[in-house]
Structures are given as C-alpha cells and as structure tokens.
C-alpha cells in the first residue's frame, strides 16, 4: 500500500489496536483470543513490553488511522535456549486487507528482529485460517505440523498449524 508508515508500537496506540483486534476476537475464526481486549489492559501490555520484543504498527499516512500491526516477543522466557526464536502475531483492520499492509509489516518486523539478534520467526496459525496460513506461506514460512485438536474456541476443538522462518539478511 503506498502512503502506509510503520513505526514501533507505543501505549497511546492502546485504543486503536484494540479497535483492531476486538472484531477479529468477536469473529471468533481467526485467532485463539476468545475474550475481548480492554483498552486499559491493552495499554499496560504495551507498557511492559519486553524490550527484545518487536511491535509495530501501520498507519495510513494520508489521515494518521493505525490499520494493522504486528508483534513479536520472545518464545520463551524461562530459559536462555530460545532466546534466537520470536513468536509472531498480525492483525490487519477489515477492509484494509489485500493491500500489502501484512506485507509491509512483515518487512519491518523481520527487519528489527534481526537486528535484535532474532534468527528464527515461530508461531502458530489456526487450520481453518487459510488466509493467515497463505499470507504466512507467501513470506516464506514452513510448516512444521499440525497439533490436533489443539485449541478451543466457543466449546469447539481447532487444530493449530505450526510454522517457522529462518531470518536471513538481505
Ligand atoms: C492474515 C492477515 C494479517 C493478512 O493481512 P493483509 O494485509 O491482508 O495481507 P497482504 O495484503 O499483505 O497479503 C499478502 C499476501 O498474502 C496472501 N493473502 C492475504 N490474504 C489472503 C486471503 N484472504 N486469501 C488468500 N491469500 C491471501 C496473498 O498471497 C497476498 O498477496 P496478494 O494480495 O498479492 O495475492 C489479515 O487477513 C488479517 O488480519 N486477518 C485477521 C487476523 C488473522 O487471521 N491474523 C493471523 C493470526 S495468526
């Protein structure tokens, strides 16, 4: 999309970011969230985001809108051992898609990643999410496999696709 900015999240984005994700979670065929976000606890997430975590967002030049964003936060904490791998969300506004704002993000994110000392991008896309998968497949993700029966939305068990990228310079 021309006229799309990224820049790092920051707490004052807490609004806006919810006015994103909540109709994705109330959609209930996305994402494993299954409760809306307040604002308040949106913000104090962005507060204590770590510091080795990536999170930006797009806005849409011509009038300041946030329209997507995209975040990026260590894979685990509770040992050094995955301290190269970074698991990844992207959330893109409805009738803001198909227009290379995922991509966008995308290029920014993998970006600060690697200068972040990031070599791998992990995370998980639910099976019945065959945009998510595609839009994944397209920058280059694999999959590694399929965890059945591995989520519960609404009482409904959902298998979780798992997929990976190695971060290369250039
Ligand atoms: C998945 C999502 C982030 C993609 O964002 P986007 O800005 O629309 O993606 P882009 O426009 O950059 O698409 C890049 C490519 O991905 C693929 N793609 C994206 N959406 C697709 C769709 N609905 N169907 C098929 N392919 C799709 C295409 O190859 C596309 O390139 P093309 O438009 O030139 O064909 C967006 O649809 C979204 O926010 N969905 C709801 C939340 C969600 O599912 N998030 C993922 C949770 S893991």
Redesign the pocket.
């Known amino acids: 999309m021309n006229g799309l900015l990224t820049r790092q999240a920051r707490p004052d984005d807490a609004e806006a970011i919810v006015g994103i994700l909540n109709p994705?979670v109330e959609a209930g065929v996305?994402?494993v969230f299954d409760t809306p976000f307040t604002v308040e606890a949106e913000r104090a997430y962005l507060e204590a985001f770590p510091a080795r975590g990536v999170f930006l967002v797009a806005v849409r030049e011509s009038d300041g809108v946030l329209i997507?964003f995209q975040s990026m936060e260590p894979f685990a904490g509770y040992t050094r051992a995955f301290d190269h791998v970074g698991v990844l969300?992207?959330?893109?506004a409805e009738g803001?898609?198909?227009?290379?704002?995922?991509?966008?993000l995308f290029r920014a994110t993998f970006a600060a990643a690697l200068e972040k000392g990031y070599e791998k991008v992990f995370?998980?896309?639910?099976a019945d999410?065959?945009?998510?998968l595609?839009?994944y497949l397209?920058q280059g993700f694999r999959v590694v496999g399929t965890a059945e029966r591995h989520a519960r939305v609404g009482g409904r068990y959902i298998d979780e696709i798992v997929i990976e990228k190695t971060l290369t310079h250039g």
């Open positions: 994705i996305f994402t997507g969300g992207t959330y893109v803001c898609r198909r227009q290379g704002v995922a991509t966008q995370t998980y896309v639910r999410n065959a945009a998510a595609r839009t397209r």
